[in-house]
């Protein structure tokens, strides 16, 4: 009697989801420049044709992937203590962008998904919702998201360090700069050295809580759960 064949593994279902994540998980990892309709579909064991039954091009994979990154970001809940709201969803922003530090750059690419219209009209209506005009929701928003984006793009260029880490860079800097030449610079890395637990999320925060202190709604009541009457030009 032959021995019986081993029984065939049902092979994943190939969808829409599954490319994104696929494509996303490769970004992360490889970075952005080095993903292609090719080898996506060689990370999912596909041929490369089959991948366009779910995506249509390049740009339609990478306006799916940052809606992806979107997703994962707490957006805005509208409530009383609207800047706690506010501190949470910048803070959830910037997170996804250090887990996927391509998403920045791809957020001023043109062209909007439903995904990213609901992401920049739920920010945008948490200011109008708190009794901000039209005018200042739209500067407030812009405000936050330069300093989210810009803080991104820092983190993005720079390694990643423990806060100890830093201490140890500075004191290696110190080593090769001449006080008297850049005696401010010799004087912040001292800093650094004698300072404990130093830490870039920190320093996010504080920057990000000045900025919201500094905003005050300008109207006398925000417009509830409905959409905002937009009477006013700016």
């Known amino acids: 009697m032959g021995k019986k064949k081993p029984a065939k593994t049902a092979r994943k279902p190939l969808t829409r989801e599954r490319v994104l994540r696929a494509a996303c998980a490769m970004a992360d990892r490889e970075g952005i420049e080095n993903?292609?309709?090719?080898?996506?579909?060689?990370?999912?064991?596909?041929?490369?044709?089959?991948?366009?039954?779910?995506i249509a091009d390049k740009n339609e994979l990478l306006a799916g992937i940052l809606d992806v990154v979107l997703e994962e970001i707490e957006l805005p809940e509208h409530q009383a203590d609207w800047r706690a709201a506010?501190?949470?969803?910048?803070?959830?922003?910037?997170?996804?962008?250090?887990?996927?530090?391509?998403?920045?750059?791809?957020?001023?690419?043109?062209?909007?998904?439903?995904?990213?219209?609901?992401?920049?009209?739920?920010?945008?209506?948490?200011?109008?919702?708190?009794?901000?005009?039209?005018?200042?929701?739209?500067r407030a928003n812009a405000m936050l998201e330069g300093y989210i984006y810009g803080v991104a793009l820092q983190s993005n260029a720079r390694p990643s360090m423990a806060p100890d880490d830093y201490a140890r860079q500075a004191e290696t800097m110190l080593a090769h700069l001449p006080a008297e030449a850049y005696p401010f610079i010799?004087?912040?890395?001292?800093?650094?050295?004698?300072?404990?637990?130093?830490?870039?999320?920190?320093?996010?925060?504080?920057?990000?809580?000045?900025?919201?202190?500094?905003?005050?709604?300008?109207?006398?009541?925000?417009?509830?759960d409905g959409p905002p009457i937009l009477t006013e030009r700016i």
Do not use: C
């Open 86 to 138: 506010k501190r949470r969803s910048a803070i959830s922003t910037r997170a996804a962008f250090l887990r996927h530090p391509w998403a920045v750059e791809l957020m001023g690419r043109e062209g909007a998904t439903p995904v990213k219209l609901r992401f920049h009209d739920a920010n945008l209506g948490h200011f109008r919702r708190a009794g901000f005009s039209v005018a200042m929701a739209v």
């Open 35 to 54: 993903l292609s309709m090719r080898r996506l579909a060689q990370s999912l064991s596909v041929g490369t044709m089959s991948l366009y039954n779910h």
């Open 186 to 224: 010799v004087e912040t890395l001292s800093t650094l050295i004698s300072a404990s637990g130093f830490s870039y999320d920190d320093e996010f925060e504080f920057g990000l809580d000045i900025i919201l202190n500094a905003l005050e709604p300008d109207e006398p009541m925000g417009h509830g």
